[in-house]
Structures are given as structure tokens and as C-alpha cells.
């Protein structure tokens, strides 16, 4: 069995913190919570989590939009689709370290082969 890596790499700790942060503006503005993601959304947050974690190229990877596997169920993948396409502009502006960090992560086009430990 393969155990859940309990240290993300500060890489992956902050794709994670840009996927909260866009989840959160998009449940704000679309299911008018106030400071507490609804329960559909908080699903979607842990299950970025678990995706990442679970990321074969972990600090090497691109942005999920460019990877090439993929590896979001297909339900997930159309609300997380969602949430990018409305939240990414708007990050820009709100948290514009957040958005050029992904916009650089994401000029990456194939990810790297996983670094041996
Ligand atoms: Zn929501």
C-alpha cells in the first residue's frame, strides 16, 4: 500500500492554496456563502487535495488544465473547469502573486519525470 506523503512540497502547497482561494471566490459569488465554502464546494476542495497528493510529477508538474492525464473524475473535472474558468481572472487582481505563480507553473508544457529521492 502506498501511504499519502503527510509534507507536500512547497510547490504543491501552493497549487493547493490557489485552488482553495478560486473555490472560494467562485462559491462567494455563485452559492453566496460568506466566508464558509457550502458543502458541494468543500467536496471539491478535498478532493483537489487528494489529487495532488496523489500526483505522479508532483513539484514537476505543469497546471492541471495543461497536464496531459488528467486525472480528475469527470463530474469533478466539469466543476473544477467551473470554478478556473471564473475564479482565474479574478485572481488576478485580488491575489495577483497567486495568479502569476500558476500563469509561470503553467508555461510548463510536459511535465518533468519525478525527481528520485
Ligand atoms: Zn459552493
Not at 21 to 28: A, D, Q, S, V
Request: aromatic share 6%; proline share 8%.
Amino acid at each position: 500500500m502506498e501511504k499519502v506523503p503527510s509534507r507536500m512540497h512547497p510547490r504543491m502547497k501552493r497549487e493547493q492554496k490557489t485552488v482553495e482561494y478560486m473555490i472560494g471566490i467562485y462559491c462567494r459569488d455563485y452559492h453566496l456563502t460568506k466566508g464558509k465554502l457550502c458543502d458541494e464546494c468543500h467536496e471539491l476542495v478535498e478532493y483537489a487535495r487528494l489529487r495532488l497528493e496523489n500526483c505522479p510529477f508532483q513539484e514537476n508538474k505543469t497546471t492541471c488544465g495543461n497536464c496531459p492525464i488528467h486525472c480528475y473524475k469527470p463530474k469533478l473535472r466539469d466543476r473544477i473547469r467551473a470554478v478556473m474558468r471564473y475564479a482565474g481572472p479574478r485572481m488576478t487582481w485580488s491575489h495577483p502573486l497567486l495568479a502569476i505563480g500558476h500563469m509561470i507553473d503553467g508555461l510548463r508544457k510536459e511535465p518533468g519525470p519525478r525527481k528520485q529521492k
